[in-house]
Structure formats: C-alpha cells, structure tokens
C-alpha cells in the first residue's frame, strides 16, 4: 500500500500520524520534530547496508508527510477552508511550485463541488400503484367455477388497480426543492366499478431557510385552485409543524376568516431522559381532533462489552460483516397516547425496535376506540449504502385489511397498497403477518447467519494475509529491529534507574516490600499491542511493544488524538476501515496498569484510572 492510498484511507491526519504530532501543532513544533526523526532514520547513520534501505524508506515517508503538512494544509486551509483538508489530490504535486499548487487546488475544489452538485440535482421519483386484491380472499365468490383452477383464474382475473399516482422530485439547490405529482383514479372503489378516471396534478415547492425552519407551498393544478402552507421548525430538543389550507372561495367571498389548519408540537421533556412528548390539533378536517402522545425510547446492548469506537464504524460494511451479536444491540421504544375525535376516539399504543447491524426496523401499533379495535404490523429494511431499502405494512381494522410494501433504490421508489378485504378479517390479518414473519425468522437462522459467519471467518482470513504479505508490515518489522530496538532499550533502561528520592512519600507501604523484587520506579511498557477492536477479530492485531517503549520520555507516553496511529514508526494498519484500538500493559512506581485507548482518541500515560493493582 502506498503513502497516497494510505491517506486515502485515513486522510490528511495522517501525515500527522507519522510526525506524532497534533492537529495543532505549529510550524516550529513541526520543524523541530521532522529535524529529530530525520537525524534518527538518515540512512548515512546506520552503518549495516539493509538497515540503510529499510531506514531511507521510512525517512522518505516522513520527508513527504513533513512536505504534506507544511505545503498542503497552508494552501488547502487558504483556498479551501477547512472542508479542503478532505480532499482527494493527484499525485506528484509536491515536486511542484506554490503558484502551481494553488492553481491546481482551486481545479480541484471546483471538481469537488461539481460532483456534490451532480449528487444533489439528481431526481428522485416515485410510483404508486394502489391494487385492489379483495377478489383473491372473498369466501363467497360472485362467479365460482366449476374447477379449483378456473375459481383461481376467476379470482386473479377479479384484481384491478384503484388509482396510479406519480411523484417526481427535482432539487434546484441545497434550499429549494420542487415535486410534481399526479394522481389518476382508475375506479370508485374496491370491487371494480368503474369510476370517473378523475385526474389531479399537484405542484410543491419546498425551501430550506435554514438547518431549523423549512416552508413548503403546495397547489393542485387541475382540480379547484388552492394553497396548502406548512412549516417545520426545530432545535434539536422541539419541534413544531404547521400546516393551513387557503382557497380561493376563501380569499374572494371573505367567508370563513379563519382557514383551516393544523398544528403540531413536540419536545423532549426532560433534559437528561429521551422521553418524547407530542401533541396535535387537527382542523383540517370538518371533525376536528386532538392528540396527545409520549414516547418512550430505550437503547439496549447486550454484548459482553459496549464499545464506543465500534459504534461509530456501525455503517461500515466491513465492521457490519465482522460483528457478531447482530440481534443484541440497537434502540427500542415504546410509546402510549389518546386521541380524541368523535366516534374515532380512542387509546393507541405501539412498540417498535430498531436493530443497528441489521439495519432492521420492526414495530407493532395498535388503537382501541369506539369503533373496536385496530391494529398494524410495519417492518422496514435498509442496506448498508442507504441505496436500497425494502419495507412493508399490514392495516387491520373494521374497515378492512390492507397491505402496503415499499420498495426505494438509487432515489427511485415503488408503492404498492393492497386491499386484502374490505370487512373485518381477523384470520386474514393474522396469516398475512405472521408468513412473513416467520420466513424472515428462519431466512434469518437457516440462511442469513451461517452465511455471515462464512463471509467473517474468510474475511478475517484474507484480512491476516494481506497483511502479513503487505511491504508495510515487513518494513515494520524492520524499523523495529534495526532502528527502534536500542532506541527502546535505551529508554527503558533509564526508566528503570530512575531515582526515587523525591517519590518515596507518594509509595505505600506494600509497594515496597521485598518479596515483590526490585522497585521500579519509572514508566516501563510491559506489553502493547494495535488492531481491530472487535470482538469478533482479536486476532487482527500486531505487535508494537517496541515502538511504543522508544515513545516513552522522561516517564511519560503522549501520542495525540483525532488521528490514526498506524502512521507512527513501527505501527502498521493490520485493519483496514475497521475500528482499532491501542492496548498497552504498563508498571509505573512498582504498579501495573492497563490502558486501552481507541485509535481517534489521545494517549496519555501514566494515569491513575489505568491502576490494576
């Protein structure tokens, strides 16, 4: 792997990495620092000729991220903010003047922006295709046939579409959107009778004033001419949507000054808890409605450890292959309210849960009223690029049973609403949710698991030889050897003659018994190791005890954060776009400690949570 995909994969930080220098360091700390590891890895000071060509590579490799980080993030930061750090640049533009940099980085940062632009005015569009299905369920059919297979020709010939509509989105900048959709109704209703093929065209237009508040006007063009408003505010911890309709009967006979509308409000209740209030005041219609709801969210885990690193590798599709426990973390939520509106009053529930490394959302809901008892069953999944996503809903109630199923890639998205029934058909109901439900159960066991765990043992596999084969690696093991082992030694020797007549007050009595051996008193690195910090792939780890003993100075250890370590001497990444971890095994005045410190966060050794004794 070279240096340029090496930065690639961890970006600009990483020459940061290799000098062991913060993000904000200076020009002075970064000179100072490139003039030590220049003088430590010339290859003109090691006298053994392979030490000579292992130790010009690795000063070749600092030379370039020195030029990286004095050239590249001045003229990036000046031309390109700070989003420009990201960017990807060719290669060879070190050799080149600072006029030709600058020029190059403005050709590059318009070609950045151009393909976000592309991403941003790409349509989406969306067909739905409401089916009427109740042919195929109906107990007494209205022409049974003779023969099983003529009564079934019969029913499937009975199913017709009620209604087609379309929906095309198109994004004229990151503010402003607009949407144009067309309804076209087929028949009057379930049951085939035809209709009067009414057709309705609806032009949207939808701004983004800010993060926060977003308005949206929408106006059929057809149909008679009317404005329909709304507007969404939030700050993170409430939210607030309005909506009101305005026609024009309205506007020019001045009757009914007050249009109707809508509103709805919801916040969090309480600083430190997730519990979400709602409430809801609907005039739209000519039966007003009330609504008060709460929510009741609850993240679970039930792994042997929780890891924040890994958390936030969830996306990834390499750490969702590599982790286990798929049905053992994720979010659940409960949630209970009471809506009030004439005879469709009545107490609704419903709980839902979402597993994270499955991208799986299932919940259940239900409201009981005046008019019985009604209930849904929704579950929706979505792949790992949020490119592709596959959903579905049964309705029950005493109107019927419904079935909706969902299906979106690229942008573009089918809706098929089915009619199962229009009566009550609790055994319809049942049946048609309870197949899925255990096929994705057994999909899930029979098909989805051991196919996982094939993929996971391959891929740790392939993982440990590419590593193992990889040039970086060897030339790790190299500058360990060569370079970094009496540099090591060197330090630890002096670690452990550290005088301890100013620390003799801090000991306790037992640190100084004499059947526990020699007293030591300064900062000696018993053990370290780097890698993935899965638990499903300890094994993709190295060795770096060395490398990390030849960092320790005058009994202290700082390696900075918001970078990757595998950019330091003696380290290599044995896990590509896969969380890591360091894991050092310290004695510190006669103590040992632990310390294990995720890869994005700083060093800082000795510290007296790190105590195991």
Same mark, same amino acid.
């Given at each position: 792997?070279?240096?340029?995909?090496?930065?690639?994969?961890?970006?600009?930080?990483?020459?940061?990495?290799?000098?062991?220098?913060?993000?904000? &360091?200076?020009?002075?700390?970064?000179?100072?620092?490139?003039?030590?590891?220049?003088?430590?890895?010339?290859?003109?000071?090691?006298?053994?000729?392979? &030490?000579?060509?292992?130790?010009?590579?690795? +000063?070749?490799?600092?030379?370039?991220?020195?030029?990286?980080?004095?050239?590249?993030?001045?003229?990036?930061?000046? *031309?390109?903010?700070?989003?420009?750090?990201?960017?990807?640049?060719?290669?060879?533009?070190?050799?080149?003047?600072?006029?030709?940099?600058?020029?190059?980085?403005?050709?590059?940062?318009?070609?950045?922006?151009?393909?976000?632009?592309?991403?941003?005015?790409?349509?989406?569009?969306?067909?739905?295709?409401?089916?009427?299905?109740?042919?195929?369920?109906?107990?007494?059919?209205?022409?049974?046939?003779?023969?099983?297979?003529?009564?079934?020709?019969?029913?499937?010939? %009975?199913?017709?579409?009620?209604?087609?509509?379309?929906?095309?989105?198109?994004?004229?900048?990151?503010?402003?959107?607009?949407?144009?959709?067309?309804?076209?109704?087929?028949?009057?209703?379930?049951?085939?009778?035809?209709?009067?093929?009414?057709?309705?065209?609806?032009?949207?237009?939808?701004?983004?004033?800010?993060?926060?508040?977003?308005?949206?006007?929408?106006?059929?063009?057809? &149909?008679?001419?009317?404005?329909?408003?709304?507007?969404?505010?939030?700050?993170?911890?409430?939210?607030?949507?309005?909506?009101?309709?305005?026609?024009?009967?309205?506007? +020019?006979?001045?009757?009914?000054?007050?249009?109707? $509308?809508?509103?709805?409000?919801?916040?969090?209740? *309480?600083? /430190?808890?997730?519990?979400?209030?709602?409430?809801?005041?609907?005039?739209?219609?000519?039966?007003?409605?009330?609504?008060?709801?709460?929510? *009741?969210?609850?993240?679970?885990?039930?792994?042997?450890?929780?890891?924040?690193?890994?958390?936030?590798?969830?996306?990834?599709?390499?750490?969702?292959?590599?982790?286990?426990?798929?049905?053992?973390?994720?979010?659940?939520?409960?949630?209970?309210?009471?809506?009030?509106?004439?005879?469709?009053?009545?107490?609704?529930?419903?709980?839902?849960?979402? +597993?994270?490394?499955?991208?799986?959302?299932?919940?259940? %809901?239900?409201?009981?009223? +005046?008019?019985?008892?009604?209930? $849904?069953?929704?579950?929706?999944?979505?792949?790992?690029?949020?490119?592709?996503?596959?959903?579905?809903?049964?309705?029950?109630?005493?109107? %019927?049973?419904?079935?909706?199923?969902?299906?979106?890639?690229?942008?573009?998205?089918?809706?098929?609403?089915?009619?199962?029934?229009? #009566?009550?058909?609790?055994?319809?109901?049942?049946?048609?949710?309870?197949?899925?439900?255990?096929?994705?159960?057994?999909?899930?066991?029979?098909?989805?698991?051991?196919?996982?765990? @094939?993929?996971?043992?391959?891929?740790?596999?392939?993982?440990?030889?590419?590593?193992?084969?990889?040039?970086?690696?060897?030339?790790?093991?190299?500058?360990?050897? @060569?370079?970094?082992?009496?540099?090591?030694?060197?330090?630890?020797?002096?670690?452990? /003659?550290? #005088?301890?007549?100013?620390?003799?007050?801090?000991?306790?009595?037992?640190?100084?018994?004499?059947?526990?051996?020699?007293?030591?008193?300064?900062?000696?690195?018993?053990?370290?190791?780097?890698?993935?910090?899965?638990?499903?792939?300890?094994?993709?780890?190295?060795?770096?005890?060395?490398?990390?003993?030849?960092?320790?100075?005058?009994?202290?250890?700082?390696?900075?954060?918001?970078?990757?370590?595998?950019?330091?001497?003696?380290?290599?990444?044995?896990?590509?776009?896969?969380?890591?971890?360091?894991?050092?095994?310290?004695? *510190?005045?006669?103590?040992?400690?632990?310390?294990?410190?995720?890869?994005?966060?700083?060093?800082?050794?000795?510290?007296?949570?790190?105590?195991?004794?």
């Amino acid at each position: 792997m070279s240096v340029n995909s090496t930065v690639e994969i961890h970006g600009q930080n990483y020459h940061y990495s290799v000098l062991n220098l913060p993000l904000t &360091a200076s020009d002075y700390e970064i000179r100072d620092r490139y003039r030590q590891l220049s003088v430590q890895y010339h290859p003109d000071k090691q006298r053994d000729e392979s &030490a000579k060509e292992i130790t010009s590579k690795e +000063f070749l490799r600092i030379q370039k991220a020195y030029q990286g980080m004095s050239i590249f993030v001045s003229c990036q930061i000046h *031309f390109s903010g700070e989003d420009g750090l990201q960017i990807e640049l060719p290669e060879g533009l070190n050799e080149r003047s600072v006029e030709e940099i600058k020029s190059e980085l403005v050709l590059v940062k318009r070609n950045v922006e151009a393909r976000k632009l592309e991403q941003i005015v790409r349509p989406s569009n969306r067909l739905s295709l409401a089916v009427d299905a109740t042919s195929l369920f109906q107990r007494d059919h209205d022409h049974p046939s003779d023969s099983r297979l003529g009564d079934a020709l019969d029913r499937i010939r %009975g199913v017709n579409l009620l209604n087609v509509g379309l929906r095309h989105n198109h994004v004229i900048s990151d503010k402003t959107r607009v949407s144009l959709s067309s309804a076209i109704a087929l028949s009057s209703g379930p049951g085939g009778e035809s209709g009067s093929g009414q057709t309705d065209i609806v032009g949207s237009v939808r701004h983004f004033y800010s993060p926060r508040l977003n308005f949206e006007l929408s106006t059929p063009l057809l &149909a008679r001419p009317g404005l329909t408003c709304k507007a969404n505010y939030t700050d993170g911890a409430s939210t607030i949507q309005a909506e009101t309709r305005i026609t024009a009967w309205t506007l +020019f006979t001045g009757k009914g000054v007050v249009p109707p $509308w809508s509103l709805t409000y919801s916040r969090r209740l *309480f600083p /430190n808890s997730g519990i979400q209030g709602e409430l809801t005041l609907d005039a739209l219609s000519a039966s007003p409605s009330l609504l008060v709801n709460a929510v *009741f969210p609850k993240r679970f885990d039930y792994t042997p450890k929780a890891n924040s690193e890994e958390d936030r590798f969830d996306d990834g599709p390499s750490t969702r292959l590599l982790s286990g426990y798929t049905l053992a973390k994720g979010t659940s939520f409960y949630s209970l309210g009471v809506s009030l509106s004439g005879l469709m009053s009545g107490i609704q529930s419903e709980f839902g849960v979402v +597993f994270n490394k499955l991208a799986l959302d299932m919940r259940i %809901g239900g409201v009981y009223g +005046f008019l019985g008892l009604s209930y $849904w069953i929704a579950g929706a999944w979505t792949s790992s690029d949020q490119r592709a996503a596959v959903g579905a809903n049964i309705n029950s109630s005493t109107e %019927g049973v419904a079935l909706t199923i969902d299906l979106r890639y690229q942008g573009q998205s089918l809706r098929l609403p089915i009619v199962l029934s229009t #009566d009550p058909e609790p055994q319809l109901a049942f049946y048609t949710s309870i197949v899925p439900t255990i096929a994705l159960l057994l999909g899930y066991h029979l098909v989805y698991e051991p196919r996982q765990h @094939r993929r996971r043992v391959a891929y740790k596999q392939r993982l440990q030889r590419e590593v193992e084969n990889s040039p970086e690696y060897r030339e790790a093991l190299e500058i360990e050897r @060569r370079v970094l082992r009496d540099v090591a030694r060197r330090h630890m020797d002096a670690e452990r /003659n550290v #005088d301890g007549e100013d620390w003799f007050l801090l000991l306790d009595v037992e640190t100084l018994r004499p059947d526990r051996g020699p007293l030591i008193l300064g900062l000696v690195i018993e053990k370290a190791v780097y890698g993935c910090s899965l638990r499903e792939a300890k094994e993709l780890v190295i060795d770096v005890t060395t490398a990390v003993r030849a960092l320790v100075n005058k009994s202290q250890l700082y390696i900075p954060g918001r970078q990757t370590k595998c950019g330091l001497q003696g380290f290599c990444d044995p896990a590509p776009k896969l969380p890591k971890a360091l894991k050092i095994w310290y004695c *510190f005045r006669g103590r040992r400690h632990y310390a294990e410190v995720e890869d994005s966060f700083p060093v800082v050794i000795p510290l007296e949570d790190h105590l195991v004794e």
